[in-house]
């Protein structure tokens, strides 16, 4: 059975004369690790408010984990998990009133988020900092923390954008084991990122140019299609031909 | 969903009791204002330093003198001679020498019995600070008149104020002050901190109703204020004795009405600024400024030119200090300021209304 996640057609968005988004077309399966790259102001994040609910597409039309993007905002919201680029836990709360907050936000009883925390909290092995303020824990830890965090409610499909800026090269791997272990058991990865070799490590790649997707494949296939050596090479080829500055 | 709520509430409640420093800062900024100006700061004039000048130091004159020593508006420096007027002026030794003429008994004596005379007395005041000035001219003529005439022309009854105690004007003035700063500018930076941090996005990627968001920040602040509240009143009632009995239940209603009213603009605030500089900026200039000038709490609004007199009334701290005053001092019923009370609750729907619409504007 074909399993889509998430189904977008001819998604647009203007704001005034601006067409920030240009009838994008595209599905994602359940399960998959979709990297979703582009120059910066190539749409990427206009697009992904969309698919998160946030704001309304002008035309087309898309459905994220079964809801209407157009009318189901508020449900979409109920059923995927978000993480940004910037750092989006509270420093000044524990690590343990952090996950309570947003399991609170996302409605889980307190046995649930008991058990869940708990379990979190050791396979991250982040058991003694349990009452540890998160403004004190390194970059790297953090962003592992806000991940767990963005999935504390088993959500269908996880939305990243950019979640390994600034991290570094160790931790960053650690991040994406994490990314595999949550695709593995069923979880959809929805990542933007500006790491080529981290394009590499994705189940199909889409990038986007001017506000139009303008090659998603797999990374082996679109290699062979641009006759390029990696990543970075067919990302420079399309990006060329951008007319959008920064 | 109904408990995400009260993890919110839960969320900035801690966020406020672990920033120990700004929880004192704003716990303690009451006691500290109103005991500064119920008993440092205050528009009265005491120990008003008088120099004399006596040519003929009869009887009376001495009585005079002697009874103004006594008094603790005036200090009594010295008898001086009648060169050295300018010296003790310019030297700042005296800020008012006071002259009795060399015939002082007789020119006493022609006015009992009615007749027209010269001034008896004579008053040099420096009068650079004109605020000190103005208020001792005024003390020394009651002071000295007294001696003068036996039967007084003038009746005069101070009403709800008798002792014309500065604190008294200033406590409605503190209370309309506090409120704003703790409730406004609070809000508004710990919503744009939100912003300004990323956490925000989360929040409205998540679930929760943007509204929801908002009122969890008002709350804990809401709650804060209603503490001040209480502080501000016992220290009026039992530090500074103003008599508040029968009063409380309006000034407490008031009140509310008023933090709310605060809440919403620190609302508003938080939809026009980015960062939390520029609500910081936005809170002191558009809020502070004109609420201290246009509000009657320091300047009476009376003395403003023609143009600018309806400017105060867009001031809510303006209708609330007016209301404060009526209820606390002059010791009215709440009914007696209900126009105060409804321009109040009319300012705070349409702000609430005009910053939660702008607050989901700006989402999109």
């Known amino acids: 059975m074909s399993d889509v996640i998430i189904s977008v057609k001819d998604l647009t968005k203007r704001f005034g004369d601006f067409t920030a988004v240009n009838r994008i077309t595209f599905d994602v399966e359940r399960g998959e690790i979709f990297g979703f790259l582009g120059a910066n102001g190539a749409g990427k994040t206009t697009a992904m408010r969309m698919l998160c609910g946030l704001s309304y597409p002008t035309s087309g039309s898309g459905t994220v984990a079964g809801y209407d993007v157009m009318r189901e905002g508020e449900m979409i919201k109920r059923h995927i998990g978000y993480m940004s680029q910037r750092f989006s836990l509270y420093n000044d709360l524990t690590v343990w009133e952090n996950i309570r907050l947003f399991a609170g936000i996302y409605g889980l009883s307190k046995s649930e988020t008991e058990s869940r925390a708990t379990e979190l909290l050791r396979r991250l092995n982040f058991t003694s900092e349990r009452d540890t303020l998160v403004g004190a824990l390194p970059l790297g830890w953090k962003q592992k923390l806000s991940f767990a965090v963005a999935t504390i409610h088993r959500p269908e499909v996880v939305f990243l954008d950019e979640p390994t800026g600034g991290v570094d090269p160790i931790t960053r791997r650690q991040f994406w084991e994490m990314i595999y272990e949550a695709a593995d058991s069923g979880t959809t990865i929805f990542v933007t990122t500006h790491y080529m070799d981290e394009a590499e490590y994705c189940t199909r790649v889409s990038i986007m140019v001017d506000g139009e997707v303008r090659a998603l494949d797999t990374p082996a296939r679109l290699k062979e299609q641009f006759v390029a050596e990696s990543m970075d090479e067919v990302f420079r080829i399309l990006a060329r031909g951008a007319k959008r500055g920064e | ?364």
Request: glycine share 4%; hydrophobic share 55%; charged share 15%.
């Open chain 2, 1 to 364: 969903m109904k408990n995400n709520f009260l993890s919110f509430v839960k969320k900035e409640s801690l966020h406020i009791l672990r920033d120990v420093r700004t929880m004192m800062i704003v716990l303690l900024i009451p006691v500290v204002l109103m005991i500064l100006f119920g008993f440092a700061i205050s528009t009265e004039v005491n120990n008003l330093d008088v120099a004399v000048v006596a040519p003929n130091r009869t009887e009376s004159v001495r009585q005079t003198v002697d009874r103004l020593s006594r008094n603790p508006y005036f200090t009594l420096i010295d008898y001086i001679d009648n060169n050295d007027i300018d010296k003790v002026l310019r030297s700042g030794k005296a800020n008012v020498v006071v002259l009795f003429d060399e015939d002082y008994d007789k020119l006493l004596a022609q006015r009992s019995e009615g007749i027209d005379t010269k001034p008896a007395v004579q008053f040099i005041f420096d009068a650079s600070n004109t605020n000190l000035a103005q208020t001792g001219a005024i003390y020394l003529q009651n002071a000295i008149a007294t001696e003068h005439s036996q039967q007084e022309m003038l009746n005069m009854h101070l009403l709800y104020n008798p002792q014309m105690k500065s604190a008294y004007n200033f406590v409605p003035g503190i209370m309309g002050l506090i409120f704003i700063l703790i409730c406004a500018m609070m809000t508004s930076i710990s919503i744009v901190r939100e912003k300004e941090v990323g956490t925000m996005e989360v929040l409205l990627v998540s679930p929760v109703r943007p509204i929801k968001i908002i009122l969890a920040k008002m709350i804990p602040y809401f709650v804060i204020s209603c503490i001040n509240l209480v502080t501000i009143l016992l220290i009026a009632r039992y530090l500074l004795y103003i008599p508040l009995d029968g009063v409380w239940g309006g000034v407490i209603v008031m009140s509310i009405v008023y933090l709310l009213l605060s809440l919403a603009l620190g609302l508003f605030i938080s939809t026009v600024s980015s960062s939390q500089v520029v609500a910081l900026l936005v809170s002191a200039m558009v809020l502070l400024l004109p609420m201290m000038m246009l509000s009657g709490m320091l300047f009476p609004l009376e003395n403003l030119p023609m143009i600018l007199k309806p400017l105060p009334n867009i001031v809510p701290a303006r209708w609330y200090i007016d209301a404060i005053r009526k209820l606390m001092i002059m010791g009215l019923p709440l009914s007696a300021v209900m126009k105060e009370l409804i321009i109040l609750v009319i300012m705070a729907f349409v702000l609430m209304g005009i910053s939660l619409k702008n607050f989901k504007d700006k989402l999109e």
